[in-house]
Structures are given as structure tokens and as C-alpha cells.
């Protein structure tokens, strides 16, 4: 499968099928994200990965109780230092690559951005320093859902300017 063809299969899972993602499967989903660009190749963010059942029960109410998050195979928390510049774009374009590469293997995932951070932290371990800036589910779709409309490009993007859209002379 090329880029293109993982870019418009990817969808936001919400129906997992109970089972496991093979060790060797996981390390090459978490070599791609380490292999991400990050700001100044700093490379200032860490993954915490959840695969215990009941632990990943303890993150449903925690992630506005979205009943997936405790069915998926593993919950990734995307976690950056506190205040940092860039950190929080650096650990989204690691899952985006992650996640493209999990299309590839054959699973899916969904983006979580509804969770509550300070309960969350607590829950992973996460020190106090550290922001848990975006997660992610992981898992072998059980259903994956049709593909959703998208704006047109010109609804979405200018040339040069401001209010030249896309398309126009």
C-alpha cells in the first residue's frame, strides 16, 4: 500500500475486535512515530502505551466515557513536556505517522482529544511536569466505517492571498 492509498483508507475506529497486536507489529507502529520529524530533531515527547484490560477500563470515564477506549488493543497518550513550543505538533505528526502505518498493517485508530488531562496523568503515571497533549486508540477494526464527505478545496484553501480560493484566476 502506498502513502495515497493509507491516506484515504484511514478512518476513526470506534469498533475493535478483542485481540492482541503482535509485539513485532506494535515496534514497527512505534519506530515509525519515532521516526517523525519533531522541532530542531529534539524529539521531546513520549508515548505511553496501554494494553492492560483493566487499566484501559479505568481511561473510559476519563475519556468522556466513549466505551472504544476500553476495547481497543492499546491506548496511546501522547505526552510532551509542560508549556514547551512545538511539542504538542511534534507528538501529533509522530501518531499521524503511526497511524497511517497502522492502516498499512491492517488495524485502525481514532484519534482522542475528549479526555480529562489532570485525571488522566494520574491514572498513567504521568509527572507533574509533563501534559498529555492528544491520544489515540489502536486495534483491529471490527467494523471501519464509510468514508466521510470533505470540503472542496477551494472551501479550504487560498492562492497567495486571503479570499483567492483555490482554483480561481
Excluded at 80 to 89: L, M
Excluded at 104 to 115: K, M, V
Amino acid at each position: 500500500m502506498d502513502v495515497k492509498a493509507a491516506i484515504l483508507a484511514r478512518r476513526s475506529v470506534r469498533k475493535y475486535e478483542k485481540r492482541e497486536i503482535p509485539a513485532e507489529v506494535l515496534e514497527q507502529l512505534l519506530e515509525v512515530a519515532r521516526r517523525a520529524p519533531s522541532s530542531s530533531n529534539k524529539q521531546k515527547f513520549h508515548i505511553v502505551v496501554v494494553m492492560d484490560e483493566e487499566l484501559k477500563s479505568r481511561l473510559v470515564p476519563v475519556c468522556g466515557d466513549q466505551k472504544f477506549v476500553g476495547d481497543c488493543s492499546a491506548f496511546l497518550a501522547g505526552v510532551t513536556d509542560a508549556g514547551a513550543d512545538y511539542h504538542a505538533i511534534d507528538i501529533t505528526i509522530a501518531l499521524d505517522h503511526l497511524s497511517l502505518r497502522a492502516v498499512e498493517l491492517g488495524l485502525g485508530t481514532c484519534w482522542i482529544g475528549d479526555f480529562e488531562p489532570q485525571r488522566l496523568k494520574e491514572i498513567l503515571g504521568v509527572p507533574v511536569d509533563k501534559e498529555i497533549q492528544i491520544c489515540m486508540t489502536l486495534g483491529y477494526p471490527k467494523a471501519v466505517p464509510e468514508a466521510r464527505t470533505r470540503k472542496k478545496l477551494a472551501d479550504l484553501f487560498h492562492r497567495d492571498r486571503w479570499g483567492v480560493h483555490w482554483g480561481a484566476k
